[in-house]
């Protein structure tokens, strides 16, 4: 009785935690995809796909766990069992989630190179290059964000024909933003938004790896407990029959 009670704590317990992450990765979803589908006007839309993947397997966690959850509280070997094995299958899915960021991780590197950088690099001279009203917004907010200025620096805006005032840059360009402020080309950042945003994509996708190693052992510690739970589950029921 003592070790049913040990192990259905210690699965309790785990349930917690893979709860609170599961909440964690929801609302670092939702944080995230604004700024990944502001970052779409320089690198492309599909970087939102990030943050849209992280609110599913948030979402997903948080519904396995509860389902573990009521398992565990209702002492169901069927209920524990299927969190077992869903759990399994989110296992091998974030394998495959894994190598997604991976794939996202080394076309950032590969933005350096090639046929990857002239696209890339392309589309962000373009936008600002134009500067066009609708999208004006948004370029200000990545400036501001990533405390960059132009695609490849400053004098980009020098040659935007979006951009009347050669002379300066857009106040969001500035250290410290005040009105008129980008008349002052001292007082703006010097790195391009290519390069800023290229650095913040390499952290970003390198923390959601680290993250998603995290919940991988969790998650095998936790079908490990799952199925002690299972085991002294069935046998219980073996004896209640018998």
Known sequence: MCSFCSVKCCF???????LASGVTLIVIGVQQHLTYSQMGSFAGSGLSKIAIVLIAVGATIVLISLL?????????????ACFICILIIIIILEILSGAVFYIFRSRTVLLKSAKSAIDYNSKARKVIHEYSPEKRHTIDRIQEKFRCCGADGP?????????????????????????GCGQNKDKVHTKGCIAAIRIFLLKNLVWVGAVCIALGVAEVFGVVVGVCLCIILKRKNYENIS
């Open 12 to 18: 309790i317990f785990f349930n917690l935690l893979f």
């Open 68 to 80: 573990g959850h009521l398992g565990a509280f209702f002492d169901n070997y069927s209920m524990v």
């Open 155 to 179: 004098t980009d805006w020098s040659s935007s024909v979006g951009w009347e005032n050669h002379d300066a840059v857009p106040d969001s360009c500035c250290v410290k933003k005040s009105q």
